[in-house]
């Protein structure tokens, strides 16, 4: 257990050390003599209570900056709870803070054990409060499982989800790249009848092809030179749980042919063994590529897809996701706001219109990304499509992108979405490798797509590296 973390604010300092030392053993303590401070040390130390004597410099006779520091920091965090340290003789000013919003008030000389018990009850109250804001987070309209979306196309996806939880049966998740897969496929174990059982993710495509079938299916000891001891595959690890394969297309032809086998008969046998060990685990794929393709150059087998794809689940791109953009982009902003203690920061107008423009090739992880960068180098309170590195509708005008014109709906008839996102897409790429001198690793991290999606991208639109 952590300490809970306490904000001594007095401008005495005398005082201050005596209030620390009677609470220390407790809590971290951090301390502040002046308004200045008190908001400085607020943002950095995060603390669940606050002691605030009312006299401060410059006006350590009245409480005009005592009751000012009380205000600064509701406004930071509406839920502080703040005590205030009052003299003998102005209980009224401290009742006068409490209807500003402090918690409660104790009196000088304080009383340690007082002061202690008043400080538990506040932190078990916040905590509370915590807990019940983190319910209400997850359970709130348009949020499911911690996955934002409103938009008719997620509804659709989440009632899926909602459906297949409860059944057995194997998922494929289908989606481009950051459009949420892997959330989705944690959703799906959190809602169902073994959510306490282990969830085991791989990722087929960040594995060497030669050790993916002993990762998955374990080994023997001595099936082969470096064996020296049995190894548990990742398939029994999920006994009873889920198993995730992502990026299964990348799921080498051999091992195929032994999931396959063990899903008809939910038995494997591990590398080098011969005894068959029965598992029971669901099983839930995801690719960003299409698999039809690769069924059709024989890298993917046509019986092992039907077999995965006893249900599948699609993901739309962002850029089909209405007003799910914006929901997204706002919640990002607050959240890396709050992590980053800027919680002022708000979008310029002419962003927000970008951001509801952009093709996101990199789907909500770039949109992410982007946003959570832009908080951290944002000069002034509003984020700006130069904070973001995307184009503004006023730029894409300039280049005479289609784009820039009138609505999505002006779009469609000037021309096609599809050409107009292409366009668009292209400039993109075509920036990001000038601007990392066709560094491909570099410029896909810019646009916050992986290396394999960046080719796609430069495959589909013709660009060559130089
Ligand atoms: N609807 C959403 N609401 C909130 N966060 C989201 C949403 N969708 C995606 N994210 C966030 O975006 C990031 C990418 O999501 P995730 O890893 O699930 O995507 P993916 O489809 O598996 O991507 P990839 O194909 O690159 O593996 C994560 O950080 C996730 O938290
Ligand atoms: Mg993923």
């Not at 007095?10 to 030392?21: F, L, Y």
């Not at 007082?114 to 997850?138: G, I, K, M, N, P």
């Not at 708000?346 to 960068?373: M, Y």
Request: overall charge negative; hydrophobic content about 40%.
């Amino acid at each position: 257990m952590t300490k809970p973390r306490i904000l001594i604010i007095d401008d005495d300092e005398e005082i201050r050390t005596q209030m620390k030392w009677a609470v220390a053993a407790e809590y971290q303590v951090a301390m502040a003599g002046n308004r200045k401070e008190a908001v400085e040390r607020f943002r950095e130390h995060r603390p669940q209570v606050v002691l605030l004597d009312l006299g401060l410099p410059p006006n350590p006779n009245d409480t005009t900056e005592g009751m000012a520091t009380l205000a600064a920091l509701l406004t930071l965090d509406r839920s502080a709870k703040i005590i205030i340290i009052s003299g003998q003789s102005d209980r009224e000013n401290a009742v006068r803070a409490i209807g500003a919003g402090a918690y409660d008030f104790l009196s000088k000389p304080l009383d340690v054990e007082q002061l202690r018990q008043l400080l538990q009850r506040c932190v078990f109250v916040s905590e509370l409060e915590r807990e019940y804001r983190q319910l209400q987070d997850e359970e709130r309209p348009g949020m499911f499982e911690g996955i934002l979306g409103s938009n008719e196309k997620m509804e659709e996806v989440f009632k899926t989800v909602g459906q297949v939880a409860k059944a057995t049966a194997p998922v494929l998740i289908l989606g481009e790249s950051g459009t949420g897969k892997e959330m989705i496929a944690n959703a799906i174990h959190r809602r169902s009848p073994f959510k306490n059982k282990p969830f085991v993710a791989i990722n087929c495509n960040a594995i060497p092809e030669n050790l993916i079938e002993s990762e998955l299916f374990g080994y023997e000891k001595g099936s082969f030179t470096g064996a020296n001891t049995q190894k548990i595959g990742l398939i029994e690890t999920a006994a009873g749980g889920t198993l995730f394969l992502d990026e299964i297309g990348d799921l080498p032809p051999p091992v195929q042919v032994k999931m396959l086998r063990f899903l008809q008969e939910k038995r494997i046998q591990r590398v080098g063994g011969r005894q068959e060990i029965e598992v029971d685990v669901r099983v839930l794929a995801a690719t960003h590529v299409d698999l039809t393709d690769a069924i059709k150059d024989g890298r993917f087998r046509e019986d092992l897809y039907f077999r995965l794809a006893v249900v599948v689940c699609k993901l739309p791109p962002l850029r089909e996701r209405g007003d799910d953009i914006i929901l997204l982009a706002q919640d990002f902003l607050k959240r890396f706001g709050k992590q980053n203690g800027r919680e002022n920061l708000s979008f310029d107008p002419q962003a927000l219109k970008a951001i509801a423009r952009h093709p996101w090739p990199g789907n909500v992880r770039e949109l992410q990304n982007r946003i959570q960068r832009s908080v951290i180098m944002a000069d002034g309170r509003r984020i700006t499509c130069e904070d973001l590195e995307i184009p503004s509708i006023a730029d894409l005008a300039d280049k005479g992108s289609p784009m820039a014109a009138g609505t999505a709906v002006d779009l469609s008839l000037a021309g096609g979405l599809k050409e107009a996102r292409e366009a668009l897409e292209r400039e993109l790429v075509n920036q990001a490798l000038e601007r990392t001198d066709g560094n491909i690793s570099a410029a896909a991290k810019e646009l916050g797509v992986s290396r394999p999606t960046f080719y796609e991208l430069m495959n589909k639109l013709g660009i060559t590296k130089d």
